[in-house]
């Protein structure tokens, strides 16, 4: 019989899939402690996890039978890949499952930012009617700049169309005849941060991408342009987006993701001319039972006929 550990809530979808294998046993659990995980690990022959588990070195050396990692959704700066890798556990994960509903956040985001939404909501419930404080800006005829066109960057690209928005991006791997199919004109860094209104970022946490965006990059960019993040933490240097904010140079930011997360009393929350959610890009009902059911299917096939796919690291 092979044991598959759920963790951090995964949808009652992903059990499902392996309740239809007599040979698997599924058992779902919220998210566990460090010293919990180490103390169930060694009865189980993969696990699946989310954003808030952090599968450390520690954590896998511990696993002495699991054979797979499962990550129900895209990132996997939550897991030690080398770590997994020393270890002959393969690591997959999810990367169709959320891309729609993250994307339709972070227009959402952009939205927010430019037309000071959350700004405005507090006011009213305030009992304030300041209206000639929250001036915002059109994205009518203004430039999108998309950083990294993945999955995500692609579908917001797409969507900004709508609101009459040039996208320009940059993506080291992406044709200018596959940005184009997506309304994006494929340009420069230097570019990109000297002509964008709007710039959102759509790469993976990697040693490459970590601060990538920092006090240099801010220089270069436009007075008063916005910043979005919904992709991941510590791609925008925070420490420099704060230093940005308080000299007037970035108007406003629009951020689901950060370093730490949660991220406490984080010296960005005082600029009140910005949006910032809880990681929430990939929370809808439609994208939990997509990363879900997708990262079940595969470790299912993976236990009980050794295939895998959409390894992203460890034993491959
Ligand atoms: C992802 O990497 O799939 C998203 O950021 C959502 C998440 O971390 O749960």
């Known amino acids: 019989m092979f044991r598959v550990l759920l963790t951090d809530h995964i949808?009652?979808?992903?059990?499902?899939?392996?309740d239809a294998y007599d040979s698997i046993e599924a058992v779902a659990v919220g998210t566990l402690t460090a010293e919990e995980l180490v103390s169930l690990l060694g009865d189980f022959d993969a696990i699946i996890v989310r954003s808030p588990t952090k599968l450390t070195r520690?954590?896998?050396?511990?696993?002495?039978r699991v054979k797979y990692i499962g990550r129900a959704g895209v990132g996997v700066d939550n897991i030690d890949l080398s770590a997994a890798d020393e270890h002959g556990i393969t690591v997959m994960n999810a990367p169709g499952g959320n891309t729609i509903s993250t994307?339709?956040?972070?227009?959402?985001?952009?939205?927010?930012?430019?037309?000071?939404?959350?700004?405005?909501?507090?006011?009213?419930?305030?009992?304030?009617?300041?209206?000639?404080?929250?001036?915002?800006?059109e994205l009518h005829g203004k430039t999108l700049g998309v950083v990294g066109l993945g999955r995500v960057g692609r579908e917001v690209a797409r969507r900004m169309h709508?609101?009459?928005?040039?996208v320009i991006a940059v993506d080291p791997v992406v044709t200018a005849e596959t940005a184009e199919d997506y309304g994006a004109r494929l340009v420069g860094l230097d570019e990109l941060l000297q002509t964008s209104h709007v710039i959102t970022a759509h790469v993976p946490?990697?040693?490459?991408?970590?601060?990538?965006?920092?006090?240099?990059?801010?220089?270069?960019?436009?007075?008063?342009v916005f910043l979005v993040n919904c992709a991941r933490g510590g791609v925008y240097d925070e420490e420099a987006v704060v230093r940005g904010l308080e000299s007037g140079k970035i108007a406003g930011v629009a951020i689901d993701v950060y370093v730490d997360?949660?991220?406490?009393?984080?010296?960005?929350?005082?600029?009140?001319?910005?949006?910032?959610?809880?990681?929430?890009?990939?929370?809808?009902?439609?994208?939990?039972?997509?990363?879900g059911v997708e990262i079940a299917q595969k470790i299912a096939k993976a236990l009980i006929t050794g295939e895998v796919r959409d390894v992203v690291g460890g034993a491959t």
């Open 261 to 291: 997360e949660p991220p406490g009393a984080h010296p960005l929350f005082s600029h009140d001319r910005s949006v910032f959610t809880p990681h929430i890009g990939a929370a809808t009902a439609e994208a939990q039972i997509g990363v």
């Open 162 to 166: 709508a609101f009459s928005t040039e």
């Open 205 to 224: 946490l990697t040693a490459e991408t970590k601060g990538m965006i920092g006090d240099s990059e801010i220089a270069r960019m436009r007075d008063g």
């Open 103 to 137: 994307a339709e956040h972070t227009v959402g985001m952009i939205l927010g930012v430019t037309r000071r939404i959350a700004e405005a909501d507090r006011m009213v419930r305030q009992n304030r009617w300041d209206r000639k404080t929250l001036r915002g800006v």
């Open 58 to 64: 520690a954590i896998i050396e511990s696993c002495t």
């Open 11 to 18: 949808t009652r979808e992903a059990v499902d899939v392996f």
